[in-house]
């Protein structure tokens, strides 16, 4: 499987992004995504979850200004970022494993699939 994401950038506090992640390479349909960002010398950070059937899940710190939703026809799964904040700011990635169904599941170690990651900065 691999995942690639796009759409990042250097954007002002208060603006929109939007990331996306086309996924390739496998023929099954029960796979969960989410999306996680990482600070240089931090832990990667879960953001947000795909939840079967028909449901999202959030890290506190960006409900309410993200979104997460997912195109199952063009296998590509979006992440829609608002009211940007500077302690958004850090590298997103893509990920995904296979389950029937999906928990919305934070801990990284969970993913068995990663992308290489797109670039956010938001600046005050």
């Known amino acids: 499987v691999q995942l690639v994401e796009s759409g990042g950038g250097s954007v002002q506090a208060g603006g929109s992004l939007r990331l996306s992640c086309t996924a390739s390479?496998?023929?099954?349909?029960?796979?969960?995504m989410g999306w996680f960002r990482q600070v240089v010398g931090t832990e990667r950070e879960w953001v947000s979850s795909?939840?079967?059937?028909?449901?999202?899940s959030y890290a506190d710190s960006v409900k309410g200004r993200f979104i997460i939703s997912e195109d199952s026809a063009k296998a590509t799964l979006y992440l829609q970022m608002n009211s940007l904040k500077p302690e958004d700011t850090g590298m997103y990635y893509c990920?995904?494993?296979?389950?029937?169904?999906?928990?919305?599941?934070?801990?990284?170690?969970?993913?068995?699939?990663w992308g290489q990651g797109t670039q956010v900065t938001v600046s005050t």
């Open positions: 795909i939840v079967t059937p028909n449901s999202t």
């Open positions: 390479g496998y023929t099954a349909s029960a796979k969960c």
């Open positions: 990920a995904a494993y296979w389950a029937v169904y999906c928990a919305g599941d934070s801990r990284p170690t969970v993913y068995d699939y």
